[in-house]
Structures are given as C-alpha cells and as structure tokens.
C-alpha cells in the first residue's frame, strides 16, 4: 500500500511535538485538487504544502512545514476539506521525511506577510497581497528530515 505525503504547519522551535501523536496537516485530497483545480499528483502535493505553510504563517508568523509519509488508515479528513486538512493519527518520528523554511527568513516581505495574515483563515490570509507575493517570489527550501535538530 503506497503512503500519503501530509504537510504539518508548525513552528521551527516546537516541531518535535508536531512530530507524534494526532496532528493536523495538509494533504493532496480530492477535495484540495478539485478547488485548485488541479489533476496532477505532484501539483497537489505542492499545493498541500503551500496550503500548510500559509497555515503556519498564521497560526506562527513563519512558513515552517514538516512533510511526512503515512500509511493510509493514519488519516481522517478534518473540517477544511477544501485546503486539504487531515487529521494525522499516531503519527511517528521516523515517518517525518522532510521539512521546508523560508529561504530568507529575515527577508522585510516575510515580516510583513506574517503581521498581515496572523489570526487568520488560511482562505484570508491566502488572498492577501502580501502572502501571494511571498508565495510567488520566495520558495521554500527543501531539508531532508535527518537535518532537523532534536
């Protein structure tokens, strides 16, 4: 049974408790490819991931994201279907595979996107200029998961 990449909005300094137990996360879902309108699998996972990092721009005031590879039977959808959010159960250290940060953290923009999307949806926050333009201009890097610091 192939797995299911999940995308865990979080902050650098807590992620270890984001890596255990029940958490939510940003998965490539039907729901999520159909109101991106997108077909492709490795487009959804972008999206998932790009839908968790606004996310964690809310909820943490910086784009941090674990990415993990699950079984199935792990994931249960959660209210907001249409950015992909799930519910990961007993999730584990050893299923995180990957982690993506702000390639310029203290880049003006980054503050900026965070002061205006704190305490928001991710459908608010998605759809302020300030975040499409950190999304569009700034990537996220890729870190392989034994990069993370315990």
């Given at each position: 049974?192939?797995?299911?990449?999940?995308?865990?909005?979080?902050?650098?300094?807590?992620?270890?408790?984001?890596?255990?137990?029940?958490?939510?996360?940003?998965?490539?879902?039907?729901?999520?490819?159909?109101?991106?309108?997108?077909t492709d699998p490795e487009e959804a996972?972008?999206?998932?991931?790009?839908?968790?990092?606004?996310?964690?721009?809310?909820?943490?005031?910086?784009?941090?994201?674990?990415?993990?590879?699950?079984?199935?039977?792990?994931?249960?959808?959660?209210?907001?279907?249409?950015?992909?959010?799930?519910?990961?159960?007993?999730?584990?250290?050893?299923?995180?595979?990957?982690?993506?940060?702000?390639?310029?953290?203290?880049?003006?923009r980054v503050r900026t996107a965070a002061q205006e999307a704190r305490?928001?949806?991710?459908?608010?926050?998605?759809?302020?200029?300030?975040?499409?333009?950190?999304?569009?201009?700034?990537?996220?890097?890729?870190?392989?998961?034994?990069?993370?610091?315990?």
């Amino acid at each position: 049974m192939a797995g299911v990449m999940v995308f865990i909005p979080t902050e650098r300094s807590a992620w270890q408790s984001a890596a255990s137990g029940d958490v939510a996360a940003h998965a490539p879902t039907e729901s999520l490819m159909e109101a991106f309108d997108i077909t492709d699998p490795e487009e959804a996972e972008y999206a998932a991931m790009s839908v968790a990092s606004v996310a964690a721009l809310t909820r943490h005031g910086a784009r941090f994201v674990l990415g993990a590879e699950v079984n199935p039977d792990q994931v249960d959808d959660a209210d907001d279907t249409g950015n992909g959010e799930v519910v990961v159960h007993a999730l584990r250290r050893a299923q995180i595979v990957s982690w993506f940060s702000e390639e310029l953290p203290d880049d003006p923009r980054v503050r900026t996107a965070a002061q205006e999307a704190r305490g928001l949806g991710i459908d608010d926050a998605w759809h302020l200029d300030e975040v499409q333009a950190l999304i569009g201009t700034q990537a996220l890097l890729w870190h392989a998961a034994e990069e993370l610091e315990d």
